[in-house]
């Protein structure tokens, strides 16, 4: 059975992004740099999941682990 990730956030993270580059997202919910992965997932079932900016500019990262659209905020935290 999976174990739902941590929640770390209720709302989405803003960040400003850079096209082409790749960006790391907490996928365990147990990371202090929230929305990216620090190592915390070490001993979970989770593994950051890997992102490439596709242009530069602002995007909103799930903080709740609950997106259907990781990295980004679909809208799921509003139902938690
Ligand atoms: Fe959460 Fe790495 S710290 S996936």
Same mark, same amino acid.
């Given at each position: 059975?999976?174990?739902?990730p941590?929640?770390?956030?209720?709302?989405?993270?803003?960040?400003?992004?850079?096209?082409?580059k790749?960006?790391?997202? &907490? /996928? @365990?919910?147990?990371?202090?740099?929230q929305p990216? *992965? !620090? %190592? $915390? =997932?070490?001993?979970?079932?989770?593994?950051?999941?890997?992102?490439?900016?596709?242009?530069?500019?602002?995007?909103f990262? &799930? /903080? @709740?682990?609950?997106?259907?659209?990781?990295?980004? *905020? !679909? %809208? $799921? =935290?509003?139902?938690?």
């Amino acid at each position: 059975m999976t174990k739902q990730p941590h929640i770390a956030g209720n709302q989405p993270i803003p960040v400003e992004v850079e096209e082409g580059k790749m960006y790391w997202w &907490c /996928a @365990c919910g147990l990371s202090k740099r929230q929305p990216f *992965c !620090d %190592g $915390s =997932h070490k001993g979970t079932e989770f593994t950051p999941q890997g992102w490439e900016a596709p242009k530069t500019g602002k995007v909103f990262f &799930c /903080a @709740c682990k609950r997106t259907g659209k990781s990295p980004m *905020c !679909d %809208g $799921s =935290h509003n139902a938690l």
